[in-house]
């Protein structure tokens, strides 16, 4: 157990809606990543946040939003949602905004848009 | 742009037996660290290892030690005496900072498909 919670576990929704995917840190971590795991594009970075602040966006579509709160958890919204989104998403979170700190990875969340 | 490269797509290997997992990585980067994670069927990510480029020894944790050539940039993972517990994917992932924001990400590889018998 890496201390990285997501929920929920499975989502199953249907095109056009809009989901909304919840990550709790590791006690103590600051940051929060968003990974994206699909058979077509392999493990892609999304976005991170440090401290409530956006610090690094990656291949992100307009159509997803993030945002990290006051108490450290993070959401990430997933807006008219297209078959191409169903794919694992993955919440990680480190120590600090950058360096040698290692990303630790939660349990992801399985989106299936039908 | 960072480029992770891992060229086996499945290894077979029999159980107690050592395995090598390859990892080749690109960047101009001065400074980056270089990662191992295993993915088992159940889907989790689980950290196993890393190496920073600017460590003087090979990394080590228990069974897995990564074999880092830096002029060679590649960043093996070794196994030592597999277990079946072992298959998993295995992926290789390298840290960079991002300029704007000063964030970092990860990047990955296509990861390696291990497969340990009896």
């Known amino acids: 157990d890496s201390g990285v919670t997501q929920t929920p576990k499975h989502l199953i929704t249907a095109t056009g809606q809009r989901v909304t995917l919840r990550c709790s840190p590791r006690?103590?971590?600051?940051?929060v990543y968003w990974y994206q795991q699909s058979l077509d594009q392999g493990l892609q970075f999304l976005i991170q946040y440090y401290n409530g602040e956006e610090r690094a966006k990656g291949n992100i579509l307009e159509r997803f939003s993030a945002q990290q709160f006051p108490d450290l958890h993070s959401e990430l919204n997933l807006s008219s949602l297209e078959l191409g989104d169903s794919a694992l998403y993955f919440c990680a979170s480190s120590v600090a905004l950058a360096g040698g700190q290692t990303q630790y990875f939660g349990p992801g969340t399985r989106l299936t848009v039908l | 742009a960072q480029k992770i490269t891992q060229t086996q797509p499945g290894m077979f290997v029999q159980e107690k037996e050592a395995v090598t997992l390859d990892c080749t990585y690109d960047t101009s980067d001065p400074s980056y660290g270089l990662f191992w994670y295993k993915q088992p069927s159940s889907g989790e990510m689980i950290f196993l290892i890393y190496?920073?480029?600017?460590?003087?020894q090979n990394a080590t944790e228990g069974r897995y030690s990564l074999n880092f050539q830096k002029a060679r940039k590649s960043a093996n993972l070794v196994i030592s005496a597999s277990q079946l517990g072992d298959s998993a994917m295995y992926f290789c992932?390298?840290?960079?900072?991002?300029?704007?924001?000063?964030?970092?990400?990860?990047?990955f590889g296509t990861g390696t498909q291990l497969k340990v018998e009896l």
């Open positions: 190496q920073g480029s600017y460590d003087q």
């Open positions: 992932a390298m840290r960079s900072t991002i300029l704007t924001g000063g964030g970092n990400k990860l990047t």
């Open positions: 006690s103590g971590d600051l940051s």
